[in-house]
């Protein structure tokens, strides 16, 4: 088979064809047949796999519709993890998806990025809303970020204090803030330093009359930000200080299969430091499974809506969609293509989080009316597809959020406490 029939975005038509809407119209065709191809490729039928894959390049466009796009990305990684896994496929090739091919956002880049879709603004929001009750009373507020968006949140967060702290008449507290510098992060990238990400959001918080202090710390997620949690033991205890967790979109790049850098384990080590709050932002979906195929399914069933909201906000052949859907490019290549300790894209769904949170010896506090409001306000602001809906955990009755795309689950939002501290946290909530 000609590799460049395979890659080439000019494609022969399926013959008895005038079009491939005419042999594939709809998502579930398409998903049928990427996991023909998948299964073909994980029983070594060389054969097999060169038709089906010969059928979806026929299918599949990088520039094409919401499916399309999704599925030239993932034959893309298809491809790569045939040739990368057995010489029956050597007839294959594919270009290596690399961190290197993708943008590094300048800070105002990534936050007018963020502010374009409620992916992030919706954690923010609540996550916000949770912290603030939290350290109320509080004079000095520790705040570790582990945040995929690098401190997006951050800005956000100095405002909502500014406005509802300080306007108050209450004395602004002292905001120390943690961040993690790992190895290869996954994307969005940064173009700069976090040294000088530590100058901007120091100067920005000045501006709000807002004493800030920001700290990097060397850690990894691949054993469980070990030094991380390490460092937060060694450091002083500080009278009348909040510890704060926040975890955004980035406590699944911790392994979940390893007992001694279970992602389990470290909230247990995380619960031992008796943080005022955690807050815990994550894409409820399930790219955990050990069988290929199944993984494969999961990964179709969510992974359509980026590439379907990018329609509602990103114009068709401009610069920012191509760096955002190579974002997502990535994400798919790894769950597809890597397996063992480079496959970090391990999403989990809520329910398992929220067991995992449970056993740790956390308890969930709901986020209010007024935070719902809040948020309901700002998805006003975008495409009408987006919505959110109210959970509730059979297992503690606490009302949390959930944004969705079309009735779709995309991302959940929670917030936790110590069991020892329920009693107390819970009147700084509902204060």
């Not at 270009?95 to 919706?122: G, Y």
């Not at 510098?181 to 040294?195: D, M, N, R, V």
Request: proline share 5%.
């Amino acid at each position: 088979m000609n590799k460049a029939m395979i890659l080439n975005p000019t494609r022969p038509v399926w013959p008895g064809f005038s079009s491939s809407k005419s042999l594939c119209g709809d998502a579930n065709c398409m998903e049928q047949l990427l996991l023909h191809c998948a299964n073909a490729i994980e029983s070594n039928d060389a054969t097999l796999a060169q038709q089906t894959i010969w059928v979806i390049s026929n299918l599949a466009s990088s520039d094409g519709d919401s499916t399309q796009r999704l599925a030239s990305s993932l034959l893309r990684a298809l491809i790569s993890r045939a040739a990368t896994r057995s010489p029956a496929f050597s007839f294959l090739s594919a270009a290596p998806v690399s961190q290197e091919t993708l943008h590094r956002f300048s800070v105002i880049e990534l936050a007018s990025f963020v502010d374009l879709t409620p992916w992030h603004r919706f954690g923010f929001i609540a996550a916000n809303a949770a912290i603030l009750d939290a350290v109320k009373g509080y004079s000095s507020v520790h705040i570790v970020d582990l945040s995929l968006t690098h401190c997006m949140q951050i800005p956000t967060l100095i405002d909502s204090m500014a406005t509802k702290l300080i306007n108050k008449g209450q004395p602004p507290p002292l905001l120390k803030l943690t961040v993690v510098l790992a190895e290869s992060p996954p994307p969005p990238l940064l173009g700069i330093s976090y040294e000088e990400l530590g100058l901007k959001l120091v100067s920005f918080a000045t501006t709000r009359n807002i004493a800030m202090e920001f700290r990097i710390i060397y850690s990894s997620y691949s054993d469980g930000l070990s030094s991380l949690i390490e460092q937060l033991r060694l450091d002083p205890l500080v009278c009348n200080e909040a510890l704060v967790v926040n975890c955004h979109m980035m406590l699944h790049y911790i392994p979940h299969e390893t007992l001694s850098s279970s992602r389990s384990f470290f909230l247990k080590e995380l619960r031992d430091l008796n943080p005022t709050i955690v807050t815990l932002i994550e894409e409820d979906a399930d790219f955990t499974s050990s069988n290929f195929i199944s993984r494969l399914r999961s990964l179709f069933n969510y992974m359509w809506i980026p590439y379907d909201t990018a329609d509602t906000f990103l114009t068709c052949g401009s610069e920012q969609r191509q760096w955002y859907e190579a974002d997502i490019g990535w994400r798919i290549d790894n769950v597809v293509a890597k397996e063992g300790a480079e496959r970090v894209e391990r999403l989990e769904p809520k329910s398992r989080w929220f067991e995992r949170m449970r056993e740790a010896e956390f308890t969930g506090v709901g986020f209010g009316e007024e935070v719902g409001r809040e948020v309901k306000t700002m998805l006003e602001e975008h495409a009408s597809g987006w919505g959110m809906k109210k959970d509730v955990d059979d297992n503690d009755d606490v009302e949390r959020f959930v944004l969705t795309w079309k009735g779709h689950s995309v991302v959940f939002a929670s917030a936790w406490v110590p069991i020892s501290r329920v009693d107390g946290a819970l009147s700084y909530i509902e204060a």
